[in-house]
């Protein structure tokens, strides 16, 4: 008879967000959604930025939670996407095997997995990664989940220069519906609060800028929100537009949120996914 205070030997993989994440039912949704500091990308002109056509490098971090006596062997695959609130369309990356020790004694790191975006990839493109381990695998259809799935992340995240003295901007993106059926999603967005600002300021070694009353419209609207109606694996590229409330000065940046939730159930809605857009100045 099995003694229920005695651990089963398994395995709880999770991409971290954050530290001590454990990736558990009541782990908090990640914050912010769009970036995952355990997806880290070298060989490219910056953190965010890309050279289409180019190698570059792309590590990925793994902690494992379970009650294993050794460590458990990972399979971890990055894939690359049009920036977008919804995955629906992914093109692969790269691969690689970790050995990730149990008990979350130790996070461990994918050695480097190379691989090129194509020439003709739009300038930016996110980055999707899912880690599993090698004895028990997520079945193929499994619908990507990087929010409230911990085996799956993303850095998901576009920059958008602007000239000393320009305060409007505009952005598009591809809202997607992963979903095996149709479904309504409410778009919104946000400016990037303080916590988000500080969390980009570290990888961009730029000091962040708040701006809470920035002006955002999604489409023609007059508003920061949108309804969509979207069919079973469909894609719709949205567009943003907004003001500053104020200039960036040198070495400095602001951001801002768009968000996808699934309202088809739940009126105070599902979050589905998210993408940054960090607005910086371009001083030539």
């Given at each position: 008879m099995n003694n229920p205070e005695i651990?089963?030997?398994?395995?709880q993989l999770v991409i971290p967000y954050f530290r001590g994440d454990r990736g558990?039912?009541?782990?908090?949704?990640?914050?912010?959604?769009?970036?995952?500091?355990?997806?880290?990308?070298t060989g490219t002109p910056g953190p965010f930025t890309f050279t289409p056509g180019s190698p570059m490098d792309v590590t990925v971090d793994v902690a494992n939670?379970?009650?294993?006596?050794?460590?458990?062997?990972?399979?971890?695959?990055?894939?690359?996407?049009?920036?977008?609130?919804?995955?629906?369309?992914?093109?692969?990356?790269?691969?690689a095997v970790v050995a990730v020790p149990s008990h979350g004694t130790h996070v461990a790191r994918t050695k480097p997995i190379t691989g090129t975006i194509p020439a003709s990839a739009p300038p930016h493109v996110c980055?999707?990664?899912?880690?599993?381990?090698?004895?028990?695998?997520?079945?193929?259809?499994?619908?990507?989940?990087?929010?409230?799935?911990?085996?799956?992340?993303?850095?998901?995240?576009?920059?958008?220069p602007v000239t000393p003295e320009q305060t409007d901007f505009a952005f598009s993106w591809q809202a997607g519906n992963p979903g095996k059926e149709g479904a309504s999603y409410r778009l919104l967005a946000r400016p990037a609060d303080e916590r988000a600002l500080q969390g980009l300021a570290l990888a961009l070694g730029a000091t962040p800028v708040?701006?809470?009353?920035?002006?955002l419209r999604i489409e023609e609207g007059d508003g920061p929100t949108m309804t969509v109606e979207l069919d079973a694996g469909e894609q719709r590229r949205m567009h943003l537009s907004g003001n500053l409330t104020q200039e960036l000065r040198r070495d400095t940046f602001t951001a801002v949120e768009v968000a996808q939730f699934d309202i088809t159930e739940n009126p105070d809605g599902?979050?589905?996914?998210?993408?940054?857009?960090?607005?910086?100045?371009?001083?030539?």
């Open positions: 651990p089963t030997p398994s395995t558990l039912p009541d782990r908090p949704i990640p914050d912010p959604w769009y970036y995952c500091p355990s997806i880290r990308v939670y379970g009650a294993g006596t050794s460590v458990a062997a990972a399979s971890v695959i990055v894939w690359w996407a049009d920036p977008t609130t919804g995955f629906t369309t992914l093109n692969w990356f790269g691969q980055l999707l990664a899912r880690v599993t381990a090698l004895a028990s695998t997520l079945p193929q259809d499994t619908t990507p989940d990087p929010i409230n799935e911990p085996h799956w992340a993303q850095l998901n995240l576009t920059t958008h708040t701006m809470p009353e920035m002006d599902t979050p589905v996914g998210a993408v940054g857009l960090i607005i910086h100045p371009d001083y030539g």
